[in-house]
């Protein structure tokens, strides 16, 4: 009964994961998934794939592709050809010096950039010259995010100012200063705060939006929503040839959040505390188990002697009786024939006539001089009329045949 255990407790943990997996889901099936993925891809209330999706019918003939470089390498864009839009929706824009230079550059060249993002790097303030509550923002929890999203757009250029809203999170990120001489507001939050500029650069554009959730399915599939993504795209320029959604600010930010990590299955798993308990008092029992019936079972293991080769002791037994007898022409015998046998199972010569064909044949097979198998055939050849065979000539048919058999 004991040897079954085991498998009785791994029945259990089993079924135990998997009732924890039915009755959880039961429990989330009507709970709103409160992930801020942002990812075009994600059906998710807060993922971005209505509004990566909806980009073919608000352009029309306009090539999608996606980027997942820094600017600078791009390979889907290229920085000297104009008519291309830059889409960016990132909780964080870490863009640097270098990073912002570069896409001054590419917009001056008669593109526009398109950024939703909550938290806007320094560099960006900087170059920009504007201030944004993205600091203090910066740190932000995501059960500490303000409930309802409400903003209006600006009139001009919209030609009316309606009021977007949906029950979910908003970031309430806003613009706390900004140079008027160079940027238009295009839109605020509920009290009236700018939280949408237009900046013009060279022949291109920038377009800074400070809520990156109004770009997510939950706001855009609320109501009348939708209005307010294809008023936004209105802005830029008409004959655009190429939309670029950009993921690498996306992946900028999780590295940043997350410098070195990897998540693995069993950090996901480990989530979720009851789980994590459950399932580390599950091992730590079936780990105190083990070893308690190892301790109790465990033997010592026998020591297993090498298997003697007792064919080959025969042999050398065999050999040392007829050298020390002295009998040397019947030990030759020996091993001629051990020899003419090898030849026949190996190379299937027939061993009857050793003439020159059968040297040139062995010779053809083997690879082994003709000279040198001829030696060989004449002293087995001359075994039968010799009367005597000398310790000198044993030695030298032995050392004749080992030299074969190596080459072989």
């Given amino acids: 009964m004991k040897k079954y255990i085991p498998y009785i407790l791994i029945v259990i943990l089993g079924a135990a994961i998997i009732t924890l997996f039915i009755t959880g889901g039961n429990q989330r099936k009507n709970k709103l998934d409160e992930r801020l993925s942002l990812r075009k891809k994600d059906k998710l209330p807060y993922g971005t794939y209505v509004a990566y999706s909806t980009l073919p019918y608000l352009f029309p003939g306009a090539e999608i592709t996606v980027n997942k470089q820094s600017p600078g390498t791009w390979e889907t864009l290229s920085p000297a050809e104009p008519n291309q839009l830059l889409m960016i929706v990132s909780s964080r824009f870490g863009a640097d010096e270098d990073e912002i230079t570069k896409l001054i550059e590419f917009a001056r060249n008669g593109n526009d950039v398109f950024i939703s993002s909550v938290f806007l790097s320094a560099a960006a303030d900087d170059m920009f010259d504007f201030n944004s509550s993205a600091y203090e923002l910066a740190n932000l929890n995501v059960k500490q995010l303000d409930e309802n999203l409400r903003f209006t757009l600006s009139d001009p250029p919209f030609p009316q100012q309606p009021e977007y809203t949906y029950p979910g999170r908003t970031f309430s990120s806003y613009y706390t200063g900004f140079d008027t001489a160079t940027s238009r507001v295009l839109g605020f939050d509920v009290v009236g705060r700018p939280n949408f500029i237009h900046l013009k650069t060279g022949k291109g554009n920038f377009f800074i939006h400070l809520e990156p959730l109004a770009f997510s399915n939950y706001f855009l599939l609320h109501k009348k929503n939708m209005e307010f993504y294809e008023q936004a795209m209105s802005l830029v320029r008409p004959g655009i040839k190429k939309i670029t959604w950009d993921e690498y600010y996306r992946n900028k930010k999780e590295k940043q959040e997350r410098p070195g990590k990897k998540d693995g299955w069993l950090s ?15 091992i730590f029992t079936l780990l105190v188990y083990v070893l308690m019936e190892m301790r ?10 090498k298997p003697k080769n007792e064919s080959l002791d025969f042999v050398k037994t065999i050999g040392r009786l007829y050298y020390e007898k002295g009998d040397h022409r019947n030990l030759c015998r020996k091993m001629a024939a051990y020899f003419l046998e090898h030849v026949r199972n190996k190379y299937k010569l027939l061993t009857g006539t050793l003439d020159e064909e059968f040297i040139k044949n062995l010779h053809y097979k083997s690879g082994v001089g003709q000279e040198e198998i001829g030696e060989i055939v004449s002293i087995i050849k001359n075994l039968d009329l010799a009367e005597t065979i000398s310790p000198e000539q044993l030695t030298g048919f032995h050392k004749r045949l080992e030299s074969f058999y190596k080459k072989t």
């Fill in 296 to 305: 109790r079972k465990q033997r010592a293991i026998p020591v297993l002697k």
């Fill in 268 to 282: 996901v798993l480990f989530r979720y505390p009851a789980f994590k308990a459950a399932l580390l008092t599950a």
